[in-house]
């Protein structure tokens, strides 16, 4: 089921379970990574991946995150995938509800809202993180120093691959942040971005 049908069950271990069919069907077929679980809080239905997400609820989103993490891995002796958590964050809060606009919040919100699930499921042992495509306060995810340096690597520890959204760099001049490419993978590498997906 979607994310967000699954999230209505309330159910961690079919969640768990879900994630570990998903990871030994994926593995069979060579693969070894995977780019889930999506955990945005979302909170305005105008949003067109609502449906992705688990829904409003952060402490929801936080129990599904482990579950679906643990269910990803597997146990270790079978079937697992590398859990990349995706999209950090606050990329479930677009302004008006338009996909890749800006996310707009205070300190507060974000880190009572929007980054808790995220840590629950790098808490779980997710390998990679997925930058989000949106600003965030002004400065697009995959750049911002505060989101991916100060909260993500330093107090939060976390030194698995940090990677951006599809063709995310990109975006950084169609928001007006960057000049070029060229200026958006410099200012990437200071933000310790290890990894664009384009």
């Known amino acids: 089921p979607i994310n967000l049908g699954l999230s209505c069950s309330f159910d961690m271990e079919l969640c768990e379970k879900c994630a570990a069919m998903a990871a030994k069907e994926a593995s069979i077929d060579g693969v070894h990574m995977t780019l889930a679980p999506m955990l945005d809080v979302s909170r305005d239905a105008r949003w067109g991946r609502v449906m992705e997400t688990s829904g409003e609820d952060t402490y929801l989103t936080c129990k599904i995150a482990k579950a679906t993490t643990r269910g990803f891995h597997g146990d270790g002796?079978?079937?697992g995938l590398g859990v990349g958590c995706k999209h950090m964050a606050g990329y479930g809060a677009p302004e008006s509800g338009k996909d890749y606009n800006l996310s707009d919040m205070s300190e507060v919100t974000l880190r009572e809202t929007y980054l808790p699930p995220y840590k629950a499921s790098i808490d779980e042992g997710a390998l990679l993180v997925m930058a989000g495509q949106?600003?965030?306060?002004?400065?697009?995810?995959?750049?911002?120093p505060h989101l991916m340096k100060d909260i993500l690597r330093d107090e939060w520890g976390f030194d698995g691959i940090v990677i951006s959204d599809y063709n995310c760099l990109a975006s950084t001049v169609d928001h007006g942040y960057c000049e070029n490419h060229k200026q958006a993978v410099e200012l990437a590498m200071k933000t310790e971005v290890n990894m664009e997906m384009a």
């Open 77 to 79: 002796k079978s079937y």
């Open 134 to 144: 949106q600003t965030l306060n002004g400065i697009p995810c995959v750049l911002n």
